[in-house]
C-alpha cells in the first residue's frame, strides 16, 4: 500500500513563495503520476496540477498557470509543487494523490482517477 506524506506547508505574505513535497512510499512510485489539489475551507477540492510518471508532461488549473510549478525525483520517490507570487486566494489545504493507473501519458484532472491521499498541509497566504 502506497503512503504519502506532504510536507512544506506553512504561512506567508502574498507574493510569496513555498514548495511543497509529496514523498511516497510502498510501491513503484516511478510508475505512476502523480496529482496536486486544494481544499479551501467551505469550497470543494480541487484540482491544481500534475505530473506524468516520466515528468513528460505536466498540466495545472488556470488559476494556478505560470505561477506553480511540479517536478518530480524519481530517485527519491518525491513529487514538489513549486508555489510562487501566491495569492490570498490560494489559501487551502494542499493535498498529493497517488493515481489507479500507471504509464499514463495525460495528467488526470479529477478526483475519481486518484486513489491514494496524503494528509494535506496547510498553506496559508496573508495579504
Known amino acids: 500500500q502506497v503512503q504519502l506524506v506532504e510536507s512544506g506547508g506553512g504561512l506567508v505574505q502574498a507574493g510569496g513563495s513555498l514548495r511543497l513535497s509529496c514523498a511516497a512510499s510502498?510501491?513503484?512510485?516511478?510508475?505512476?503520476?502523480m496529482g496536486w489539489f486544494r481544499q479551501a475551507p467551505g469550497k470543494d477540492r480541487e484540482f491544481v496540477g500534475g505530473?506524468?510518471?516520466?515528468?513528460?508532461?505536466?498540466d495545472y488549473a488556470d488559476s494556478v498557470k505560470g505561477r506553480f510549478t511540479i517536478s518530480r525525483d524519481n530517485a527519491k520517490n518525491t513529487v514538489y509543487l513549486q508555489m510562487n507570487s501566491l495569492r490570498p486566494e490560494d489559501t487551502a489545504v494542499y493535498y498529493c494523490?497517488?493515481?489507479?493507473?500507471?504509464?499514463?501519458?495525460?495528467?488526470?484532472?479529477?478526483?475519481?482517477?486518484?486513489?491514494?491521499w496524503g494528509q494535506g498541509t496547510q498553506v496559508t497566504v496573508s495579504s
Open positions: 494523490a497517488f493515481p489507479e493507473k500507471d504509464f499514463t501519458t495525460v495528467v488526470g484532472r479529477t478526483i475519481s482517477e486518484y486513489i491514494i
Open positions: 510502498g510501491r513503484t512510485f516511478s510508475f505512476y503520476g
Open positions: 505530473i506524468t510518471w516520466n515528468g513528460g508532461n505536466t
